[in-house]
């Protein structure tokens, strides 16, 4: 070409150019990038914040200050039921729009957000985002984590209750100030424990964080609920020579030392089956089955990542939900004279019965309250649009943009009636409710529907009504809200009661 040689000195002479303005081309590049987001971007019609049609850092900082859910709480009162929060995401507080990304079969899938959660090597059922191999996963799963399956694990389950009800007792005695909020926590914990690993981790007998794991898990989740909100920043931030180094330095949890240390013991002894009585029929027992069965579909590497994947999406959750329900119970005290009015009525048998909580009306509207006011999960739950785009609550969207809900602005929809940000139980119980039902999301929905949630559920309805048939409860700072701090669940603090005993 005969103009090579200008081109190539004009080349020169623009990077001489950058290299002398560096900072004003960063600028520039910044700002026409923001523009184009701002006016030209397919989704600029929407509206939202001008920070959150630039740059998803709006969103990694509010994950950082620990209260995502109310700021979009915030977002949807200000801009409407669809807001732009990010320059490719569009936020839905419509439960009918919920409903339509979550649905299953509807070709969305999860986004690179999940990716920024361990285990990095092999992805549980929360984080695999190859729909097939998540179905591949779920299939085995939903068998032991099914109602039936965790009924037979009452024994060991109520075992834990028992030695928890104890314990209030002992404060009751005492009339020492008791953290109500923090035994659930170690409650919750030791229920896994034993439904999963048949193991006592002692939790609640040591009163106590062992081994500081309830801390590093919600460190590592808060951190990676950050780096979620920039993907790419994972493979710098998360999955850098360095970051691993400083994961060694904090020895890993006990918790997984336990889970490994089971899994290698149960290897060893196979003649005797995958479980340490024939009757304890375990997550990790049953779950080893299945790989037995089919290693090709469900490996050993499944076996452990599902297992341990309980540890870290089961506590924090089902903790936050109890904590939640007590200290609305505590703080109305009509509605707390009331259920207790009911359960202490009802005759339940010393350890509560599954069957027994579900003919508790008053009881179940609370639980359903809490759960709508207060869902666990504080973080949104993202979702890609499938490439050729789709309907999401009778409008089309373009493929490829993430369609994300959060809980917490979704159940404030006026589909659940006036005062929503009231906590009242009797909108649970006059009038048709099924399509308030329908569109509670504290679990999720779809494919993706929270695997966890019989778990939960049973323990809550056994512990919760024994707990008020057995104590008095009184806040010790009444009117404080309780503390929380999102990480992908909203972990709280400070819940301290007084107690005394019934009987
Ligand atoms: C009250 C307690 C609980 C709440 C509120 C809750 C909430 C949720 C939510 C909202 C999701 C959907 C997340 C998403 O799509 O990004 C989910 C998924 C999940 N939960 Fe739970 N959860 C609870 C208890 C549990 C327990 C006890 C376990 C296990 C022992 C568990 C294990 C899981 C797993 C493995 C998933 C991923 C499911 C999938 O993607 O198919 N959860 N949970
Ligand atoms: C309650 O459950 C525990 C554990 O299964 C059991 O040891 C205890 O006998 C039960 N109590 C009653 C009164 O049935
Ligand atoms: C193997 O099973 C036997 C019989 O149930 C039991 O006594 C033994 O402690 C088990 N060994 C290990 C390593 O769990």
């Given at each position: 070409?005969?103009?090579?040689?200008?081109?190539?000195?004009?080349?020169?002479?623009?990077?001489?150019?950058?290299?002398?303005?560096?900072?004003?081309?960063?600028?520039?590049?910044?700002?026409?990038?923001?523009?184009?987001?701002?006016?030209?971007?397919?989704?600029?019609?929407?509206?939202?914040?001008?920070?959150?049609?630039?740059?998803?850092?709006?969103?990694?900082?509010?994950?950082?200050?620990?209260?995502?859910?109310?700021?979009?709480?915030?977002?949807?009162?200000?801009?409407?039921?669809?807001?732009?929060?990010?320059?490719?995401?569009?936020?839905?507080?419509?439960?009918?729009?919920?409903?339509?990304?979550?649905?299953?079969?509807?070709?969305?899938?999860?986004?690179?957000?999940?990716?920024?959660?361990?285990?990095?090597?092999?992805?549980?059922?929360?984080?695999?985002?190859?729909?097939?191999?998540?179905?591949?996963?779920?299939?085995?799963?939903?068998?032991?984590?099914?109602?039936?399956?965790v009924q037979?694990m009452s024994p060991w389950i109520e075992d834990v209750q028992n030695e928890f009800i104890a314990k209030i007792g002992e404060y009751a005695d005492s009339g020492r100030v008791c953290d109500l909020g923090d035994l659930l926590h170690y409650f919750a914990f030791d229920v896994?424990g034993e439904f999963?690993?048949?193991?006592r981790y002692g939790f609640v007998a040591q009163e106590r964080?062992?081994?500081?794991?309830?801390?590093?898990?919600?460190?590592?989740?808060?951190?990676?609920?950050?780096?979620?909100?920039?993907?790419?920043?994972?493979?710098?931030?998360?999955?850098?020579?360095?970051?691993?180094?400083?994961?060694?330095?904090?020895?890993?949890?006990?918790?997984?030392?336990?889970?490994?240390?089971?899994?290698?013991?149960?290897?060893?002894?196979?003649?005797?089956?995958?479980?340490?009585?024939?009757?304890?029929?375990?997550?990790?027992?049953?779950?080893?089955?299945?790989?037995?069965?089919?290693?090709?579909?469900?490996?050993?590497?499944?076996?452990?990542?599902?297992?341990?994947?309980?540890?870290?999406?089961?506590?924090?959750?089902t903790a936050?939900t109890m904590q939640s329900f007590f200290h609305f119970i505590l703080s109305n005290p009509e509605i707390h004279r009331k259920l207790s009015e009911e359960i202490r009525g009802a005759h339940l048998s010393p350890n509560v019965t599954w069957a027994e909580a579900q003919d508790l009306p008053y009881f179940q509207a609370c639980l359903l309250e809490a759960?709508?006011?207060?869902?666990?999960?504080?973080?949104?739950?993202?979702?890609?649009?499938?490439?050729?785009?789709?309907?999401?609550?009778?409008?089309?969207?373009?493929?490829?943009?993430?369609?994300?809900?959060?809980?917490?602005?979704?159940?404030?929809?006026?589909?659940?009636?006036?005062?929503?940000?009231?906590f009242?139980p009797e909108?649970?119980l006059?009038?048709?409710?099924?399509?308030?039902?329908?569109?509670?999301?504290?679990?999720?929905?779809?494919?993706?529907?929270?695997?966890?949630?019989?778990l939960a559920q049973f323990e809550m309805n056994k512990i919760i009504p024994q707990l008020l048939e057995n104590f008095d409860f009184e806040l010790v700072y009444p009117?404080?809200?309780v503390?929380?701090?999102?990480?992908?669940?909203?972990?709280?603090?400070g819940l301290e009661v007084f107690v005394r005993r019934r009987k």
């Amino acid at each position: 070409m005969v103009n090579d040689g200008t081109s190539s000195a004009l080349v020169a002479d623009i990077l001489v150019l950058v290299k002398n303005n560096v900072v004003l081309f960063l600028v520039l590049l910044v700002l026409s990038r923001c523009i184009y987001h701002r006016y030209f971007h397919p989704l600029s019609k929407y509206p939202g914040p001008l920070a959150c049609s630039c740059t998803r850092l709006w969103k990694a900082w509010s994950v950082y200050n620990g209260h995502t859910e109310l700021d979009f709480i915030d977002l949807h009162r200000k801009y409407g039921s669809i807001v732009r929060v990010a320059p490719n995401e569009l936020s839905f507080a419509s439960p009918k729009a919920a409903h339509d990304i979550l649905a299953p079969g509807n070709g969305f899938t999860k986004t690179e957000f999940y990716k920024a959660f361990p285990p990095k090597h092999a992805p549980d059922i929360f984080t695999e985002t190859r729909e097939w191999k998540h179905a591949a996963m779920k299939r085995v799963a939903v068998v032991p984590y099914s109602l039936a399956s965790v009924q037979k694990m009452s024994p060991w389950i109520e075992d834990v209750q028992n030695e928890f009800i104890a314990k209030i007792g002992e404060y009751a005695d005492s009339g020492r100030v008791c953290d109500l909020g923090d035994l659930l926590h170690y409650f919750a914990f030791d229920v896994i424990g034993e439904f999963a690993f048949s193991q006592r981790y002692g939790f609640v007998a040591q009163e106590r964080d062992i081994g500081g794991t309830i801390k590093l898990i919600d460190n590592v989740q808060w951190y990676d609920g950050i780096v979620g909100q920039v993907p790419e920043l994972r493979h710098v931030l998360r999955e850098s020579p360095v970051f691993q180094y400083l994961l060694t330095l904090l020895s890993p949890p006990q918790v997984t030392q336990m889970a490994l240390g089971e899994i290698a013991k149960r290897k060893k002894n196979k003649t005797d089956g995958f479980f340490l009585e024939p009757e304890r029929r375990d997550l990790l027992g049953q779950l080893m089955e299945g790989s037995a069965r089919d290693p090709g579909k469900f490996s050993e590497m499944d076996v452990f990542s599902v297992a341990h994947g309980a540890i870290g999406a089961g506590a924090d959750s089902t903790a936050s939900t109890m904590q939640s329900f007590f200290h609305f119970i505590l703080s109305n005290p009509e509605i707390h004279r009331k259920l207790s009015e009911e359960i202490r009525g009802a005759h339940l048998s010393p350890n509560v019965t599954w069957a027994e909580a579900q003919d508790l009306p008053y009881f179940q509207a609370c639980l359903l309250e809490a759960m709508r006011l207060r869902p666990a999960v504080g973080l949104s739950i993202p979702r890609y649009v499938p490439k050729g785009g789709a309907m999401i609550d009778g409008t089309n969207y373009p493929g490829g943009i993430v369609a994300s809900i959060n809980g917490w602005a979704v159940h404030r929809d006026a589909l659940f009636g006036d005062n929503v940000d009231q906590f009242r139980p009797e909108r649970w119980l006059s009038g048709d409710v099924r399509d308030m039902k329908k569109h509670m999301y504290q679990f999720g929905g779809g494919g993706h529907l929270c695997i966890g949630r019989n778990l939960a559920q049973f323990e809550m309805n056994k512990i919760i009504p024994q707990l008020l048939e057995n104590f008095d409860f009184e806040l010790v700072y009444p009117g404080r809200p309780v503390k929380s701090h999102s990480t992908f669940f909203v972990v709280q603090s400070g819940l301290e009661v007084f107690v005394r005993r019934r009987k």
